[in-house]
């Protein structure tokens, strides 16, 4: 047992052969991401004007990335937390009504951004991929639908974007009628208001 510390096989294989396991090139690569998006942050006219602000918002996106309760600021535990490793000036007040706000508000400035891409790359990258994605909440157990495009971009980077995701579980009447008519009406509607946002030229080829 190496008790969380690097064997010198290992340590050999890294310093004299330049060599790493796939699992430290991704903890790496973690690590600077993680690095890149603090300096963002530190650099944001936000953080100097309303850190509380801030503090807000990240904790809004902990809740919906990791699923946890929209009240769980009122938990004991995180308000010792607050009481004692935040300062003053970063203490939000973190209740249910403050994390929904906080929800619309993301939505409506990530919309907003996806749509600027897609505009901005639209002339030389007019063909975008859509795919409909399936998965399962692992904590409440609902399925969930969502409509991701794949695209290169004017960089000739490759990017996958989330565009919209919506409960679905239909039940057996809606069923047996068929979900083609609901899905397209949904489909339809999302895809012609990501397009209205981008502006982008021409017709929507999402009309009825």
Known sequence: MSAGKTSR???????????????????????????????????????????ARISIL??????????????VGKY???????????????????????????????FQSTKAEVSEFLADNHEDCPNFTIVADFWRCKVTHNKFLGIRVYLIDKES????????????NPVYSVRVGGIGKSFRKWLTKMLESFC????????????E
């Open 58 to 71: 990240l904790e809004t996106l902990r809740i919906i990335n990791h699923n946890l309760p929209l009240r």
């Open 76 to 106: 004991d535990e995180s308000r010792l937390l607050q009481e004692l490793a935040v300062k003053k000036e970063m203490k939000p007040v973190v209740n249910a009504k403050r994390v929904e706000g906080a929800i619309i508000e993301l």
């Open 9 to 51: 096989a290992a340590r050999h294989v890294r310093v004299i052969h330049h060599l790493q396991s796939p699992k430290s090139d991704a903890d790496l690569s973690a690590k600077k991401k993680q690095n890149a998006e603090v300096e963002v942050f530190r650099a944001s006219p936000l953080l100097a004007k309303n850190p």
């Open 157 to 168: 980077k490759f990017n996958s974007i989330l565009l919209e995701t919506k409960q679905f």
């Open 196 to 207: 209205n946002g981008a502006k982008l030229a021409g017709p929507s080829p999402f009309s």
